[in-house]
């Protein structure tokens, strides 16, 4: 196997289309990716656990970040919701000689791309139609009805961009998802 030094995975999808699922099968999968956690302004949902799960921080700290140039992306995905991946994230993982796994938002996946694109694998998973993806996010009881039409029509947008990124999964069965994303994933990493 070649150097890993630096390079970069990054998962994407539409809310609810099943990338924090496929990712933490290539977790458990390959020892050498390591999950790159994402800073966020929102609150936790459920288990979550600042450090773990996101960097918790509120919209006045993560403002002053940008302003400090430590972020390689940030969007704000929803009104009043930030979310970024900090260079020194990035730089952590590189420094335990892992891979970096990036379950990031399409925008923030695409400025990525941009920012490193050499040794960057990006994987789009698509959900198998918009109407599947917001039975998905019903299910997950989190959302208003306000919310979950945002979310749908964002989904809308972004599967627009599908064409983007270097490869797209379709997980209409998630076995079948997982089973595929872990063979592209493989020869990134042997590369």
């Avoid at 990036?102 to 960057?120: C, F, M, R, S, W």
């Avoid at 306000?146 to 797209?168: I, P």
Wanted: proline letters at 4%.
């Amino acid at each position: 196997m070649n150097s890993i030094h630096q390079k970069i995975l990054i998962i994407t999808a539409p809310s609810g289309a099943g990338k924090t699922s496929i990712t933490h099968h290539l977790m458990k999968t390959f020892p050498v990716l390591a999950f790159s956690i994402s800073a966020a302004t929102r609150n936790p949902r459920g288990i979550e656990k600042d450090g773990v799960d996101y960097y918790f921080m509120s919209e006045d700290d993560f403002k002053q970040k940008i302003q400090n140039k430590e972020f390689a992306e940030w969007e704000m995905v929803y009104e009043g919701k930030y979310y970024g991946t900090l260079k020194s994230e990035l730089k952590r993982i590189w420094g335990l000689n892992k891979i970096p796994v990036l379950d990031i938002d399409v925008k923030g996946a695409i400025h990525i791309q941009q920012q490193y694109p050499e040794n960057t694998l990006s994987l789009f998973v698509e959900p198998p139609s918009v109407d599947e993806l917001k039975n998905r996010l019903q299910g997950r009881g989190t959302e208003t009805a306000e919310s979950l039409a945002a979310r749908v029509n964002k989904a809308a947008y972004e599967l627009s961009f599908k064409d983007h990124f270097n490869k797209t999964v379709v997980n209409d069965n998630l076995q079948r998802a997982c089973a595929e994303a872990e063979q592209i994933v493989g020869g990134f990493i042997s590369e």
